[in-house]
């Protein structure tokens, strides 16, 4: 599937998990173990996923991949920059299923790691990754609210 994308199409598209982990899970001001770990588990299970460039895009070393990009900070300019450049690559390279298979595995990667931390007796999600889950949606152009009232972020997270 590499093959496909141009040398930088593709780097920026292996960078998009990166993006969902620092961007959802550090919207709280710091990315917990509970987050990293999601991630990871998320990440090792890639094979179960239906999205062939999620299985293509995730690292098949995602302990080192972690410790590559969990400092890497997103401001709100540059994710958007960044998401809506994906998104653009994503429509001139792919027919519309597998655009929309691989952004609904990216928004059910930011809801797993959205839902790994959390107090208990109160929401996994807090105000602050919910935000950034509806904002990383807006600019990759999904309406989340939609995509969560359907069953298909749930498909996607029964393989976990």
């Excluded at 040398?7 to 920026?12: P, R, T, V, Y």
């Excluded at 999600?125 to 950034?132: H, P, Q, V």
């Excluded at 999904?142 to 029964?158: A, G, M, Q, W, Y």
Aim: net charge negative; aromatic share 8%.
């Amino acid at each position: 599937m590499k093959e496909i994308f141009q040398e930088n199409e593709w780097n920026l598209l292996c960078e998009t998990p990166a993006i969902v982990l620092n961007s959802v899970g550090g919207a709280d001001g710091k990315l917990d173990k509970k987050e990293i770990e999601a991630f990871i588990q998320f990440a090792k299970r890639k094979n179960a996923f239906k999205s062939i460039l999620m299985n293509n895009i995730l690292p098949d070393n995602p302990d080192e991949y972690i410790n590559s990009v969990s400092s890497k900070k997103y401001n709100t300019q540059e994710l958007k920059e960044k998401l809506r450049l994906t998104d653009n690559i994503l429509v001139n390279n792919l027919n519309e299923f597998e655009v929309k298979q691989f952004k609904h595995h990216l928004v059910a990667l930011g809801m797993y790691i959205a839902n790994a931390s959390g107090k208990l007796f109160s929401d996994k999600i807090s105000d602050e990754e919910n935000d950034a889950l509806v904002q990383f949606a807006k600019f990759i152009n999904i309406d989340i609210n939609h995509l969560l009232r359907s069953t298909e972020v749930d498909e996607i997270l029964k393989h976990l």
